[in-house]
């Protein structure tokens, strides 16, 4: 069964970059695109980024001159750095996998398994 | 930025049916690609609740069904329990962001 670990800094300084591993265990990593997604205080869930083993990656516009998202394939991990952070980055994020997914006539991507979360806040 | 939009709230009695609509655009659900629907518990991670519209995982009642029209999708809850009590999102694809995934702007799912 695979498992997300994730780690990471949890307390920031406005302008300082946020860094966040997620480890893989018990499963393929080549196979899969795995996704960060942070959800603020109070609020909904919104998608950062995917990468997959190769390092093809996909980012929300509304973050991506900030975002950059890495892979190391000899260790199963995946990481996320955010620049320049603001109050408006204080969130949990959580690293998932997100397919794809064989389907009857093509494949899904959708997040099925997540990481418990890691809460990041930035303070002064 | 969420281009899906869900009601804030939507509440049921025990054993009821309620449902939660998931409006799109012609960018995302109206082009045709899959929604997907996530579960969460307060201080939980989400969890796949429904994927492809309305497959449902392994372990997922089958009180729980997903439908997809146009621009909208749906889920529904029949026989409501309380341990349904959550916050509900969907997600699909938007060809508008540059290979960018988007979630729902999120329903809580009141037991009354």
């Known amino acids: 069964q695979v498992q997300l670990q994730q780690w990471g800094a949890g307390l920031l300084k406005p302008s300082e970059t946020l860094s966040l591993t997620c480890a893989v265990y018990g499963g393929s990593f080549s196979a899969y695109y795995w996704s960060w997604i942070r959800q603020p205080p109070g609020q909904g869930l919104e998608y950062i980024g995917d990468i997959d083993h190769s390092g093809s990656t996909n980012y929300n516009p509304s973050l991506k001159s900030r975002v950059t998202i890495s892979v190391d394939t000899s260790k199963y991990q995946f990481s996320l750095k955010l620049s320049s952070v603001t109050a408006a980055d204080t969130a949990v994020y959580y690293c998932?996998?997100?397919?794809?997914?064989?389907?009857?006539?093509?494949?899904?991507?959708?997040?099925?398994?997540w990481g418990k979360g890691t809460t990041v806040t930035v303070s002064s | 930025q969420s281009m899906l939009t869900q009601p804030p709230s939507v509440s049921g009695a025990p054993g009821q049916r309620i449902t939660i609509s998931c409006t799109g655009s012609s960018s995302n659900t109206g082009a045709g690609y899959d929604v997907h629907w996530y579960q969460q518990v307060p201080g939980t991670a989400p969890k796949l609740l429904i994927y492809g519209n309305n497959n449902r995982p392994s372990g997922v009642p089958d009180r729980f069904s997903g439908s997809k029209s146009a621009t909208s999708a749906s889920l529904a809850i029949t026989g409501l329990q309380a341990e349904d009590e959550a916050d509900y999102y969907c997600?699909?694809?938007?060809?508008?962001?540059?290979?960018?995934?988007?979630f729902g702007t999120g329903t809580k799912v009141t037991v009354l």
């Open positions: 998932a996998r997100e397919g794809p997914f064989r389907g009857p006539n093509y494949y899904y991507y959708y997040m099925d398994v």
């Open positions: 997600q699909s694809y938007d060809s508008s962001l540059s290979g960018s995934r988007v």
